[in-house]
């Protein structure tokens, strides 16, 4: 019994060790793509907080709410088509 307890302890004691190891190096690489994930993030909104992207996006969206006004919704209809696809954008 002494004989097998010895072995089997060493491959517990290896496996763990190993899949310590494992962990170790997924969260690293966990945390790197955390990192460039929220670089990412905040160079979008500084690009799309440029003022002059942010009044053409607003001129945009007026022409879609004029247009279907024109197409023949109603302002209430049009406002909450163009709110949808406002919110669709941001998404």
Known sequence: MKKICIPMMA???FSVGTIHATHAKEG???NFMNEQLSEQLLNQTIALSEPN??????ELLRKHY????LSG???SEAL???IAMASVDKH
Request: glycine share 0%.
């Open 11 to 13: 491959m517990l004691a």
């Open 28 to 30: 690293k690489q966990l």
């Open 53 to 58: 992207l942010v009044k053409f996006q607003a």
């Open 66 to 69: 004029d247009a279907l006004v």
């Open 73 to 75: 919704f109603s302002k």
């Open 80 to 82: 909450q088509i163009v």
